[in-house]
C-alpha cells in the first residue's frame, strides 16, 4: 500500500506515448528516456509494450536491466501468451511489474465477443496468471469510465481477488470530467471488498482538455498513483502531462497535501529531450514547459515582476529546470563558458562531444550577433538527431527563389561517403529542395508533415524544422535548425530519410507496435 499521502508517479512515455503515430523513438533513444526518468525519481516507469515487437521486447528488457530505482513495467493483454512475454522482459528489473488489460464497456466488450461472464472469467483466469509469475500485478478495465457502474465494481473485485496489487482506471477516451472522475475512485474505494488493500491508479486521456483536472481530482477521490507521459504526449490529444500534475501537487500543496518523488528541477531537461527524440515539438503556451510558460511580455508584467516576482509568478523557473537568466553568448565567448551554460542546461559533455559542439557553436555565433540558451538547445538537438543516422548527409545546398517561378535547388549529397548533385525544380525553395533530395535518393516515403519554428526573436533567428515521414507502415521523424529556413528543411528531411533507413534494414520491430491492435485484448 503507498503511503495516505504519497502519490506514485507512473509515466507511460514511453508505452502510451511512443504509440502516437510518428512519436516512435529508437532503441538507444527509449533507454535514453528511461534512465532520465529513473533518475528524476519517476516511481514506476511503463517501458513497453513487449508482446507488440521485437524492438519493444528488446527495449523492456533493456530498461528492465538497467533500471536503478524505479519499477519496471511492461503491459500486456489478458491472455498467457502476452503475460508471459511480458514477464520475460520485465523479470530483469529489480523491481518488476505486469500490467495487463481488457476492454470492459459494451463497446469494447464486443470486440472480442464476451459476454459478461465470460470477461470475468477471463479477467480472473489472466489475472491469476499473472500473480503466479509476479508479485506486482497491475490491472485495467479498459474504457473503465464508459462501463456500466455494476460490471465495473464486479470486475474490479475479480481483478483484486486473483491477486493484483494495483487497479487501474483508464478514461480511455477522455471523456470523464472532474466530479466524475473523483466519485469513481471514491465509490469503488468505498463499494468494493478488498479496495482497500490495493493502489487505485487513474489514467486520462485529453479528448476534452481535461486530463490534469481528471487525474487530480481522481486523487481527491482516493486514487494514489497517477499514470502521465511527458510532455502529455500520446495518442489523439495525448495523456495526463506529468509535468502539469507534478507542479500542480508541488504549488498548490495548500489545498492538495500530496507529495510526489519527482525532482522537479530535471523536468525541463527530459521534456525538451522528449520533444527531439519524438518530433514531437512542445507548443509555446504549453503550461509548465512550453517556450512561453515565464516569459512576461507586457509591460505591466514586466514592470511587477521586476519589483517582485511573485506578482505574476506562481513558480520559480528553476523549480521545474530552467535557469534564471537567459544568459546570451556571442562569439568572443571560450569553450568553458560553453561547457559551463550546456551544463546549466542538462548537457554533461565530455570532451571530445565539448570540442564538436564548440566548433559548431562558433559556426553559429558568425552568423548570429547573439546565441540564446534556445539557440543552443537547438544546437545540441541537431547535433544529437544528426550523429546516430548518417548514411545521407546535406553537403551543399543553394536554391533560387522570388517572385519569378520556378524556384530550384542545387543539391549535393553525400551518400554513403560518395558525392552526388543534382538541381531539382518544384512550387517554392521547399518544395524544390526535397524534389532534389528525392532525385538524389530515389525513396517512396511520404511526407506526413513539415513544421517550421523560429528558435527565437530576430530576422537572424535559427529555425526548427521538424518533418515526419511514412513509408510502408513506419513512421520517422527528422529535426534539424539553421539560421537559413531552407538548409534547416534539407537537413531534417535527409534526417527523417536516415531515421527511415535504418528502420528498413532493420525491417523496423518498431513499427509492428501499431499494428498490434486493442482489439485483440480479450
Ligand atoms: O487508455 C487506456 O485505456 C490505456 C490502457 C491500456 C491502460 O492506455
Ligand atoms: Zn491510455
Request: glycine share 6%; hydrophobic share 40%; with cysteine.
Amino acid at each position: 500500500m503507498a503511503d495516505k499521502d504519497h502519490v506514485l508517479i507512473f509515466d507511460t512515455t514511453l508505452r502510451d506515448g511512443e504509440q502516437s503515430p510518428g512519436a516512435t523513438m529508437s532503441h538507444d533513444e527509449k533507454l535514453e528516456i528511461a534512465e532520465l526518468l529513473d533518475d528524476m525519481g519517476v516511481d514506476i516507469i511503463e517501458a513497453g509494450f513487449p508482446i507488440a515487437s521485437e524492438g519493444d521486447f528488446e527495449a523492456v528488457t533493456e530498461i528492465a536491466k538497467r533500471s536503478k530505482r524505479a519499477v519496471i513495467c511492461g503491459l500486456s493483454r489478458a491472455n498467457f501468451k502476452d503475460i508471459d512475454r511480458c514477464w520475460e522482459a520485465v523479470k530483469h528489473a529489480e523491481r518488476p511489474r505486469i500490467h495487463t488489460f481488457i476492454g470492459t464497456s459494451p463497446l469494447h466488450r464486443a470486440i472480442p465477443n464476451l459476454d459478461m461472464d465470460q470477461m470475468a472469467e477471463r479477467i480472473h483466469d489472466t489475472v491469476t496468471h499473472a500473480r503466479n509469475l509476479c508479485d506486482n500485478v497491475q490491472w485495467s478495465p479498459m474504457d473503465a469510465t464508459r462501463t456500466e457502474w455494476d460490471y465495473l465494481c464486479r470486475v474490479v473485485e475479480i481483478a483484486i481477488k486473483a491477486g493484483a496489487t494495483t487497479i487501474n482506471i483508464p478514461d480511455t477516451v477522455g471523456y470523464t470530467a472532474p466530479r466524475e472522475s473523483a466519485d469513481i475512485i471514491r465509490k469503488l474505494i468505498e463499494q468494493v471488498p478488498g479496495a482497500d488493500e490495493v493502489v487505485f491508479a487513474t489514467h486520462c486521456h485529453n479528448d476534452l482538455g481535461m486530463a490534469t483536472a481528471n487525474a487530480l481530482a481522481a486523487v481527491e477521490g482516493g486514487a494514489r498513483q497517477i499514470e502521465c507521459t511527458i510532455n502529455g504526449l500520446g495518442e489523439r490529444a495525448g495523456n495526463t502531462a506529468l509535468e502539469e500534475v507534478v507542479m500542480a501537487l508541488k504549488v498548490r500543496g495548500d489545498i492538495m497535501p500530496y507529495t510526489t518523488g519527482v525532482e522537479t528541477t530535471k523536468l525541463m531537461h527530459i521534456s525538451r529531450r522528449v520533444s527531439t527524440v519524438s518530433g514531437f515539438p512542445v507548443q509555446f503556451n504549453k503550461a509548465i514547459v512550453g517556450k512561453n510558460a515565464f516569459a512576461h511580455e507586457s509591460g505591466i508584467h514586466q514592470d511587477g515582476m521586476l519589483k517582485n516576482a511573485e506578482t505574476f509568478e506562481i513558480m520559480r523557473p528553476e523549480d521545474v529546470g530552467l535557469s534564471e537568466t537567459n544568459i546570451v553568448m556571442g562569439k568572443h565567448s571560450g569553450r568553458a563558458a560553453l561547457r559551463s551554460k550546456l551544463k546549466e542546461l542538462g548537457f554533461d559533455l565530455a570532451d571530445n562531444q565539448l570540442n564538436d559542439v564548440f566548433v559548431r557553436f562558433k559556426a553559429l555565433a558568425d552568423r548570429k550577433k547573439e546565441v540564446f540558451e534556445d539557440d543552443l538547445i537547438a544546437l545540441m538537438r541537431d547535433q544529437e538527431t544528426g550523429e546516430e543516422y548518417d548514411h545521407i548527409k546535406v553537403k551543399f545546398l543553394r536554391v533560387i527563389c522570388g517572385t519569378e517561378a520556378p524556384q530550384s535547388a542545387d543539391l549535393t549529397l553525400t551518400i554513403d561517403g560518395k558525392d552526388h548533385q543534382t538541381t531539382a525544380q518544384g512550387d517554392g525553395p521547399v518544395d524544390a529542395t526535397f524534389n532534389a533530395v528525392k532525385a538524389l535518393f530515389p525513396h517512396n516515403a511520404h511526407l506526413q508533415l513539415y513544421q517550421v519554428h523560429a528558435v527565437t526573436e530576430g530576422t537572424d533567428a535559427q529555425a526548427t524544422v521538424s518533418v515526419r515521414m511514412e513509408e510502408d507502415g513506419r513512421i520517422a521523424t527528422g529535426q534539424s535548425a539553421d539560421t537559413d529556413t531552407v538548409v534547416a528543411s534539407a537537413k531534417a528531411y535527409v534526417n527523417a530519410l536516415n531515421r527511415l533507413l535504418v528502420r528498413r534494414e532493420k525491417s523496423d520491430p518498431d513499427a509492428d507496435v501499431k499494428q498490434v491492435s486493442y482489439k485483440d485484448a480479450g
